[in-house]
């Protein structure tokens, strides 16, 4: 039948018809409360609340609550940008880029013997929140109950845990599999770590948010809890978690950051408090952003940033982008396992029909599994062409000229690379019906969904990654080598396994030579184009916006920033 008589594309509908389709409506602002905000002697974004203490708190609207709040168990962004507050890493991203800098190491250390060694110096007089002290065995500790499934602190994560995954994918596997052979104390304040061979992004990788360094003490008392009982040595000190509502966090008055230049990501807290909130519709979001309950918000839809630049309370400040959409095809399942149905897939879809009508100039049509902004990016690979005679021709090559049914799954919540996930969804059905591919669109609530598509429950599923730390290994290993499509946890959601690749991606990541890393990467680009386990959609850089009166935020490409350099000023909102 190809897709005759089905339902119409989605040709001819405005921005505005899409985002009514999505259910953003602005019914949806008297449906939401805003919780914690505006509470007696508070100041929130710069308006003076009153009352007794003074206490000044900066409230960041989102669209989700965080998983959990132990790093190193967690992959979602809601997540990690509570835990950047609490933790800190040996390394840093300096604000604002993905350029390495010291944080509890002292000093940005060299490679030795060839790449296979680092030994690090560590910052003396830090102490965690509970008053214990950093040092080399704090370090040897962490690592060690990540690296060894065996070790008895390899557990936590509550029901939504993410079985340490984020150390899995940086660094090879666990046990003899991880490319960190050992991690050993020198003396009090330097670790020397032994790798089983170079790796091209090592320094990179302990940058990134997922590998902040726990308290020991606060481990052995309760490892289990310790994912909703937080202890590090960040800027903010865990404060309080209500569920589904909003985590408070505490400034952390004895931060060893408070004299380090703000180059180098140091400098205040300036606020008392920070008060994550969660605010799941758009509409509701903005309006609490506009009426003054919230200092910032992130999830803005384009249709959102002209209201809040026409008022001069509230400001727009858009994110670097290094952030990717995609559609994932779960390769494990039929009819996903033939390679002309996923191709079929790819140019049954107008992606710039729905890239215009969802973001605007806020986005570009991707056509790589990563970014332009993340180095080795292939310029010459072209979006996957809209065909859909193309595609009905793929089908009846695959056998299946009537077409199948399948599910589609989309995100419940907006994400910096997604602000409605269920528009895109039902735009996509739309295409897909029109060759005969017809979908049933399902969602979860969100820790269910990356739990159930990271079993490979899904037929195809719409999610994205944003870039944690600037290396193209970052998104090709953790979303396509075969070590990450695993039956719990998968971070592969195409569940796609290739071989070629997977030695490419390998060799990538094990040399630091340039050319050699380009050209790598450029080969691994053009066989995922052709294998087609993904359709990427979308590069977007995010807008957020802000009251007038909050100064000093620095918006990370990673979406990790911390919020130490944030000020409120008296006047204004």
């Not at 997540?79 to 000093?107: C, K």
């Not at 000229?401 to 589609?408: C, R, V, Y």
């Not at 017809?438 to 820790?447: A, I, K, Q």
Request: hydrophobic share 35%.
């Amino acid at each position: 039948m190809s897709g005759s008589g089905g339902l119409r594309g989605i040709r001819g509908l405005s921005r505005g018809d899409f985002l009514k389709l999505g259910g953003v409506g602005v019914a949806g602002v008297s449906m939401f409360g805003v919780a914690g905000c505006g509470g007696s002697g508070e100041t929130i974004g710069g308006q003076q609340g009153g009352g007794e203490g003074g206490e000044t708190v900066f409230t960041f609207g989102r669209g989700a609550d965080s998983v959990g709040l132990d790093p190193i168990n967690v992959t979602d962004g809601e997540s990690l940008i509570v835990t950047r507050q609490i933790f800190d890493g040996l390394m840093d991203f300096a604000p604002g880029t993905t350029d390495v800098v010291a944080s509890l190491a002292s000093e940005v250390p060299e490679p030795l013997e060839d790449g296979s060694v680092y030994e690090i110096p560590l910052r003396e007089g830090v102490t965690f929140h509970d008053g214990e002290p950093f040092n080399a065995e704090a370090v040897v500790f962490n690592f060690e109950r990540w690296r060894d499934e065996d070790n008895e602190f390899h557990v936590g994560g509550g029901s939504a845990s993410a079985g340490f995954a984020y150390y899995q994918s940086q660094f090879g596997g666990f046990g003899d599999d991880s490319i960190i052979e050992s991690v050993e104390a020198v003396d009090d304040y330097t670790v020397r770590f032994t790798l089983t061979g170079p790796q091209g992004p090592f320094l990179r990788n302990l940058a990134m948010s997922p590998f902040g360094i726990a308290s020991p003490a606060a481990l052995r008392e309760n490892a289990e809890g310790f994912w909703e009982n937080p202890v590090g040595t960040g800027p903010f000190r865990f404060d309080s978690w209500e569920k589904g509502s909003e985590v408070r966090v505490v400034r952390n008055e004895e931060w060893w950051g408070a004299e380090v230049g703000e180059e180098e990501g140091g400098g205040g807290p300036f606020v008392d408090r920070v008060v994550f909130t969660s605010i799941p519709d758009n509409a509701a979001r903005v309006a609490a952003l506009a009426g003054g309950q919230i200092s910032g918000a992130d999830g803005l839809t384009p249709d959102d940033v002209p209201t809040v630049e026409e008022n001069d309370s509230l400001q727009v400040i858009t994110r670097p982008p290094m952030n990717l959409a995609y559609l994932a095809m779960n390769m494990d399942k039929e009819p996903f396992n033939d390679v002309n149905i996923r191709r079929a897939v790819t140019r049954a879809i107008n992606l710039d029909e729905i890239v215009q009508s969802f973001f605007g100039d806020t986005a570009e049509v991707a056509s790589n599994m990563f970014p332009p902004t993340i180095p080795f990016f292939r310029e010459e690979t072209e979006p996957y062409p809209y065909d859909p005679d193309e595609a009905r021709s793929l089908l009846e090559e695959a056998g299946m000229p009537d077409g199948f049914t399948a599910q589609l799954w989309y995100m419940p919540i907006p994400r910096p690379y997604m602000p409605n996930g269920r528009g895109v969804a039902q735009a996509m059905q739309r295409d897909l019906e029109e060759v005969g591919i017809r979908v049933e669109l399902v969602t979860r609530e969100w820790g269910t969904y990356l739990e159930e598509i990271g079993r490979g429950e899904h037929d195809m599923c719409i999610i994205g990654w944003t870039g944690d730390n600037g290396d193209p290994d970052n998104f090709l290993n953790v979303l396509l080598s075969s070590r990450n499509a695993t039956e719990e946890n998968a971070q592969n959601y195409s569940y796609y396994r290739n071989e070629d690749l997977d030695g490419i991606l390998d060799e990538a990541a094990s040399t630091v030579d340039e050319d050699e890393r380009r050209e790598l990467y450029y080969q691994a680009q053009e066989i995922i184009y052709e294998d087609a386990p993904t359709l990427p959609i979308e590069y977007a850089q995010p807008p957020l916006g802000f009251q007038a009166s909050v100064s000093g935020y620095r918006p990370s490409p990673t979406g990790g920033e911390a919020f130490n350099t944030v000020e409120l000023q008296q006047e204004g909102a």
